[in-house]
Every structure is written in structure tokens, then in C-alpha cells.
């Protein structure tokens, strides 16, 4: 039954969004042509694994590929501006009429749209894994992964630590996968709770250089009598295994899918 279910929301689930209650204007036919065709059945730079939610990653980008002009960036930029946004209404802004609401007015047509469609099918709360999914498109797309460094200081003041970080995170990465050059989107963030160090992921591949890792370890190095089990240093950074990330892919797939089925069920009564 879950599977027949499932199939029923992918199915319909395009179908169901309708302007004719709504005080915003329908939009531009060229989004209309696309939210209405068989933009799920085409062809995409990598095989999407998930729930519902991929449709809407989907939609978005054929959006920016027809609509836009091959503008990917501009839907990037929407979904910066929303979390600017949701932390200006509130906690509650998922609750706002996003069609109508100027506080969305900012967001460009093809993404308030988007947002509406998802809203009417009570999936605002899988906007997180929207967004994932039209990301990993886009970076297939351009051939880029992305990787994410923490440290506990402002980035600005030490730009050149931070570039010898992003080399470090790279020739790790071309170690693990040589031959390949893909272009590297760095993230940084700010956790003051490192107190001093840095943190960095990249495919897949996570080290810890922070200075209570590092503390840990050399506790952990200079200990040979009988060891405390209930205060074990960090395991040291280990990269998955290639051949398991479609597997764990799969894994995940399902489980969301069956969570967003359940999430149905509860709302329809079924």
C-alpha cells in the first residue's frame, strides 16, 4: 500500500496546485508549461534518490535550464533570501500565505511558485532536502563538489589560514580520487565552541584538527595503562568507502520516502 501510495502523490501531486482561489497572479506561461509537462521524466545530470521532495528540486531546475535562461545561481540566491526571510516572520512563516504575503515579494517568480506549490501540498518542512537536491543537480551540472570548513575566529581576519586550509581539504580529496579536477565550492563557518583549530568536510571525508581533538589524541597517545572506555578520544578522519555511498544513498531514499508517506497518511486519514 505504501508504494501504491506513494506513486498516487507523485502522480497527482502536480495536478493539484490551483490559482483560481489565490489573489496572486498565475505566473509567467513559461513556468506554467513546465509545471505542468513531464519535467520528472527527463533527463538530469545525476539520478536523484528521495522522497516527493524531488520533485520540486526537479521543477526548479528545469525552471532555471528553460525559464531562466540556464541561470542556475538565481534559485541558489532564492533559497539564501527564504532563510533571511524565515528568520525575519518567524518560526512560524511556513504558515504564511507565501503567494500573497509581501514579505516574500523578494523571491524571484519561478521560486515563489515553487514555494506555493509545496505549501499546498503541506511540504514546506522538506524545503532543507529541496534544496539539497537542487544543489547536488547544479554541481553535477558544473562539475563541482562542495566542502565546508568550520574554525572558531572571524574568516576575514585570516584569509591566508583559510586558503591553506581549502589547499589541505583539496589534495586530500585529489588523493582519494586522482585523476579528477572537479572545481572545489568552499563553505566556512563559525563555531566558537572549536575554541582554536579548524574542522573540514569534503565528499564524503571529514577531519577534525580542532584543539580538543587534537588534546584527545595526544591524552589518548600517552596512555599505555588500562584505558578509560566511557571517555574514548575522536576516532580519527576516515573516508567511506566509495562503493557504500550508493548504498547509503539508497537507504536514505527510502527511509524519507516512507517518512513523507506517513506524513501523508497522517494528513489524509488514510
Known amino acids: 500500500m505504501r508504494?501504491?501510495?506513494?506513486?498516487?502523490?507523485?502522480?497527482?501531486?502536480?495536478?493539484?496546485?490551483?490559482?483560481?482561489?489565490?489573489?496572486?497572479?498565475a505566473p509567467a506561461a513559461k513556468y506554467l508549461e513546465?509545471?505542468?509537462?513531464?519535467?520528472?521524466?527527463?533527463?538530469?545530470?545525476?539520478?536523484?534518490l528521495g522522497g516527493t521532495h524531488t520533485s520540486f528540486a526537479k521543477m526548479l531546475y528545469k525552471f532555471a535550464e528553460q525559464a531562466e535562461g540556464g541561470n542556475f545561481d538565481v534559485?541558489?540566491?532564492?533559497?539564501?533570501?527564504?532563510?533571511?526571510?524565515?528568520?525575519?516572520?518567524?518560526?512560524?512563516?511556513?504558515?504564511?500565505?507565501?503567494?500573497?504575503?509581501?514579505?516574500?515579494?523578494?523571491?524571484?517568480?519561478g521560486f515563489r511558485f515553487a514555494l506555493g506549490w509545496m505549501q499546498s501540498e503541506r511540504m514546506l518542512d522538506s524545503l532543507q532536502n529541496v534544496k539539497s537536491s537542487y544543489q547536488?543537480?547544479?554541481?553535477?551540472?558544473?562539475?563541482?563538489?562542495?566542502?565546508?570548513i568550520t574554525v572558531p575566529w572571524d574568516p576575514s581576519s585570516?584569509?591566508?589560514?583559510?586558503e591553506r586550509i581549502e589547499a589541505e581539504a583539496k589534495e586530500l580529496?585529489?588523493?582519494?580520487?586522482?585523476?579528477?579536477?572537479?572545481?572545489?565550492?568552499?563553505?566556512?563557518?563559525?563555531?566558537?565552541?572549536?575554541k582554536?583549530?579548524?574542522?573540514?568536510?569534503?565528499?564524503?571525508?571529514?577531519v577534525n584538527k580542532s584543539a580538543a581533538a587534537i588534546a584527545a589524541s595526544a591524552s589518548a597517545a600517552g596512555k599505555d595503562q588500562i584505558k578509560d572506555w566511557t571517555a574514548l578520544p575522536a576516532l580519527p578522519a576516515k573516508a567511506v568507502s566509495k562503493e557504500n555511498d550508493l548504498l547509503l544513498k539508497l537507504?536514505?531514499?527510502?527511509?524519507?520516502?516512507?517518512?513523507?508517506?506517513?506524513?501523508?497518511?497522517?494528513?489524509?486519514g488514510v
Do not use: H, M
Open 173 to 194: 580529496y585529489s588523493a582519494r580520487n586522482p585523476g579528477t579536477a572537479p572545481k572545489v565550492i568552499f563553505q566556512i563557518e563559525v563555531n566558537p565552541s572549536l
Open 75 to 109: 534559485y541558489i540566491e532564492d533559497f539564501q533570501k527564504l532563510s533571511k526571510i524565515a528568520a525575519d516572520v518567524g518560526p512560524f512563516w511556513i504558515e504564511q500565505d507565501v503567494l500573497n504575503d509581501p514579505a516574500f515579494s523578494a523571491l524571484s517568480p
Open 136 to 148: 547536488e543537480l547544479v554541481d553535477a551540472l558544473a562539475k563541482q563538489i562542495r566542502a565546508t
Open 34 to 48: 513546465i509545471y505542468s509537462g513531464d519535467f520528472e521524466t527527463q533527463s538530469y545530470p545525476v539520478q536523484l
Open 3 to 25: 508504494r501504491a501510495l506513494a506513486f498516487s502523490l507523485r502522480s497527482c501531486c502536480k495536478r493539484s496546485f490551483s490559482f483560481s482561489s489565490s489573489r496572486f497572479a
Open 196 to 206: 582554536d583549530g579548524y574542522t573540514f568536510e569534503i565528499d564524503n571525508l571529514f
Open 158 to 162: 585570516n584569509r591566508s589560514e583559510i
Open 251 to 268: 537507504i536514505g531514499a527510502e527511509l524519507d520516502q516512507l517518512a513523507e508517506i506517513d506524513d501523508v497518511e497522517r494528513r489524509v
